[in-house]
């Protein structure tokens, strides 16, 4: 199942500028998460926002959160030629008897020199 | 240093050759899982455990088995690997402070069935 859903599927813009990637959701959660992955390799966490918050930043990162649009988006200001990789929301909620992560299908990043 | 180990990381075999991935952890984390990923489907989870001897399906467990005898290790076993299980496979970890919490990914292991 899939609950995420990111907007775009792919951004390409130039350093120096900012990137908004957004995140849609169906169900109810207790948090949505937003990780990078590299090209080929294992996810990293970037920052974790609890359905009772409404903002959160980290560095240049800044997500928000409304739960009444059931949306998440995600900042990345003046971005950098290595912030280049896909990005995925994911969604906590309990499902099917226990809590779990469901993963979008990304959006993928090109920030070019 | 804090990480998930996986091995091998990539894998090129046959069909109906039983195959083992590693996975192990050294951050003393409760909760472990392995997804796959393909594209355009983002990852999805094949199983999970909550503790040592504790496992249960995830989403997509089907042709797959797990186990959990030791905190540390959840080695993801295909009996007969088929085609369809050609995928990028992680393993991830988390400690179980809130859940769903943080999950530190391992690198990944490619594997090809032909």
């Known amino acids: 199942s899939q609950q995420g859903e990111e907007d775009p599927q792919a951004l390409s813009i130039q350093e120096g500028e900012n990137a908004t990637m957004n995140c849609s959701y169906k169900t109810s959660i207790n948090n949505l998460q937003w990780y990078r992955q590299n090209s080929g390799r294992g996810l990293v966490h970037l920052i974790l926002?609890?359905?009772?918050?409404r903002e959160k930043h980290s560095g240049r990162l800044r997500v928000t959160l409304d739960t009444s649009k059931k949306s998440s988006s995600l900042l990345i200001t003046a971005s950098r030629a290595a912030d280049t990789a896909s990005y995925f929301c994911a969604t906590g909620e309990f499902s099917g008897g226990y809590n779990k992560l469901i993963f979008g299908a990304g959006t993928r990043l090109a920030v070019h020199p | 240093e804090a990480q998930v180990t996986q091995n091998p990381r990539y894998l090129i075999t046959v069909t109906g050759k039983k195959l083992t991935v590693t996975c192990s952890q050294n951050?003393?984390?409760?909760?472990m899982s392995w997804y796959r990923q393909d594209p355009g489907l983002g990852l999805r989870q094949i199983y999970y455990?909550?503790?040592?001897?504790?496992?249960d399906k995830g989403d997509v467990p089907e042709g797959y088995k797990v186990s959990r005898k030791e905190k540390r290790n959840f080695p993801l076993i295909l009996e007969s690997p088929s085609p369809n299980q050609t995928s990028l496979y992680f393993c991830?970890?988390?400690?179980?402070?809130?859940?769903?919490?943080?999950?530190?990914f391992g690198p990944g292991t490619r594997l090809t069935v032909l």
């Open positions: 926002i609890r359905s009772n918050e």
């Open positions: 455990s909550m503790n040592v001897e504790v496992t």
């Open positions: 991830a970890s988390s400690p179980i402070r809130e859940v769903p919490n943080e999950q530190f």
């Open positions: 951050m003393n984390h409760e909760y």
